[in-house]
């Protein structure tokens, strides 16, 4: 997306009848909507289906039970993740092996295991999301031979300025627009026209459904076959 948030926020404020042809945001006028576009995107950031890619970040294991993540952390992030995606220890040995990660998601879970000091090839994962850094617990507790690597939702809007062009896909650009010509209009107590909703509706439909993606499902143990194979199924096939 090659526009920055002023032509955009300019371009929303014409949509929503504020401004006219030929005319110039006010400065005040300006940094509301600027102010609008960063809470709204700060809020899409959060929604799996809207942002579009996972960054990896990864970090050398120490022996150490758990890593902090944010600012001033051990992995070192723009912004504080409120949630780990997906996770997974990769061997430094030879051969390098991915072991995948079970994320558990309550913390009375993670309490529950008795003795978190063994140490071994971790199999979970549980995530504090604490600010201004969150905490990462690993068990088993992985030596130093082991990398752990994390995938958390891309920030959205990143450094965000009024001058600087949006690094994000084309097909944001309606999305963003018309969505923001919704939050602009509230406060100006404006009611906007029905195809504005729509397009605000259908544009931002359009990333959800492009960004959607469907994983293998394994099945319990208790549904395992005779054989004693684990049997795997998409989940449109259930």
């Known amino acids: 997306m090659q526009t920055t948030p002023s032509s955009l926020i300019t371009s929303a404020l014409k949509k929503c009848g504020i401004l006219g042809v030929g005319q110039t945001a006010l400065p005040e006028d300006l940094n509301d909507a600027f102010n609008d576009l960063k809470g709204m995107l700060a809020?899409?950031?959060?929604?799996?289906?809207?942002?579009?890619?996972?960054?990896?970040?990864?970090?050398?294991?120490?022996?150490?039970?758990?890593?902090?993540?944010?600012?001033?952390?051990?992995?070192?992030?723009?912004?504080?993740?409120?949630?780990?995606?997906?996770?997974?220890?990769?061997?430094?040995?030879?051969?390098?092996?991915?072991?995948?990660?079970?994320?558990?998601?309550?913390?009375?879970?993670?309490?529950?295991?008795?003795?978190?000091?063994?140490?071994?090839?971790?199999?979970?994962?549980?995530?504090?999301?604490?600010?201004?850094?969150?905490?990462?617990?690993?068990?088993?507790?992985?030596?130093?031979?082991?990398?752990?690597?994390?995938?958390?939702?891309?920030?959205?809007?990143?450094?965000?300025?009024?001058?600087?062009?949006?690094?994000?896909?084309?097909?944001?650009?309606?999305?963003i627009l018309y969505n923001l010509c919704v939050r602009i209009a509230s406060g100006y107590q404006i009611t906007l026209l029905p195809s504005i909703l729509l397009l605000a509706s259908t544009s931002l439909n359009t990333i959800k459904t492009s960004n959607l993606q469907i994983p293998l499902l394994q099945m319990p143990n208790s549904l395992i076959s005779r054989r004693g194979n684990l049997q795997t199924f998409y989940s449109g096939d259930l």
């Open 43 to 175: 809020q899409w950031s959060e929604r799996s289906l809207i942002v579009y890619h996972l960054v990896d970040y990864n970090i050398q294991c120490s022996g150490n039970q758990s890593y902090k993540i944010g600012l001033t952390g051990n992995i070192i992030v723009p912004e504080r993740p409120s949630k780990i995606e997906a996770a997974l220890l990769r061997s430094n040995l030879s051969a390098s092996i991915d072991y995948p990660l079970k994320i558990i998601s309550a913390q009375q879970d993670y309490n529950n295991i008795a003795y978190k000091n063994t140490v071994g090839v971790s199999q979970y994962l549980y995530y504090d999301a604490a600010y201004p850094n969150g905490v990462i617990y690993l068990y088993p507790v992985p030596s130093s031979q082991y990398e752990l690597h994390i995938f958390v939702k891309d920030e959205l809007g990143k450094n965000l300025d009024l001058t600087t062009p949006i690094n994000l896909p084309e097909e944001y650009y309606e999305a």
